[in-house]
């Protein structure tokens, strides 16, 4: 069964970077997409970012676009997210998501990790 | 982009009774490639349903998921203590978008 791991998070000022990471286990990465998603407090979920198995392709939201980059390294089972430029509204509990297959559309999100907080705040 | 709308907002339901959860789409949702997850308070989400109506590994049969092109529904034949928590719907056939959550909260 999938495990999922995130760390990073934190208090950020506006303006800042931090660098999420996901450590996966129990399934093998590289054979299935990976995406970011986050949760406002008090609010829904949404997609931040995704990249597909081999690292080749990677796709992000419009609210992130420019600011995001995600990674992968398929020799450490890890993914990363480096944020820069963050705004308050980017403020959220961020979760690494598995997908069904090995690329991210046409994919669900079967494996979820607890999640990191992220507040950027002054 | 697919904009998904979930409605109710809220169902306020007795354990025992059906719940009927509707999530519409903007416009097709190519090879229905429509999910449902399960959010409890401080949890991460669960996958419920994918392919709009086939149950992830390990749920319960009281879940079931129907519809397809823009209008899908989540049954929840006969609600259980725990199945009371939000749910949400998810296209993942164009981008990735979520619908913005129905609660099932206890009458």
């Known amino acids: 069964e999938g495990q999922l791991l995130e760390s990073g998070g934190g208090l950020v000022q506006p303006g800042g970077s931090l660098r999420l990471s996901c450590a996966a286990s129990?399934?093998?990465?590289?054979?299935?997409?990976m995406s970011w998603v986050r949760q406002a407090p008090g609010k829904g979920l949404e997609w931040v970012s995704a990249?597909?198995?081999?690292?080749?392709?990677?796709f992000y939201a419009d609210s992130v676009k420019g600011r995001f980059t995600i990674s992968r390294d398929n020799s450490k089972n890890t993914m990363s997210l480096q944020m820069n430029s963050l705004r308050a509204e980017d403020t959220a509990v961020y979760y690494c998501?598995?997908?069904?297959?090995?690329?991210?559309?046409?994919?669900?999100?079967?494996?979820w990790g607890q999640g990191t907080l992220v507040t950027v705040s002054s | 982009e697919i904009v998904l709308t979930q409605s109710p907002g809220t169902l306020s339901l007795s354990p025992g009774e059906r719940a009927t959860l509707s999530c519409r789409a903007s416009?097709?949702?190519?090879?229905?490639?429509l999910a449902w997850y399960q959010q409890k308070p401080g949890q991460a989400p669960r996958l419920l349903i994918y392919?709009?109506?086939s149950r992830a590994t390990g749920i319960p049969d009281r879940f079931s998921g129907s519809g397809s092109g823009t209008d899908f529904t989540l049954t929840i034949s006969r609600l259980e203590p725990e199945d009371f928590a939000v749910y949400y719907c998810?296209?993942?056939?164009?981008?990735?978008?979520f619908g913005g959550g129905t609660k099932v909260e206890i009458k």
């Open positions: 998501a598995k997908g069904s297959g090995k690329y991210p559309f046409g994919s669900t999100f079967d494996y």
């Open positions: 129990g399934f093998t990465f590289s054979s299935y997409a």
């Open positions: 990249i597909s198995g081999s690292g080749g392709s990677t």
């Open positions: 416009q097709s949702v190519s090879s229905n490639y």
């Open positions: 392919a709009a109506s």
């Open positions: 998810q296209q993942y056939g164009s981008s990735l978008t």
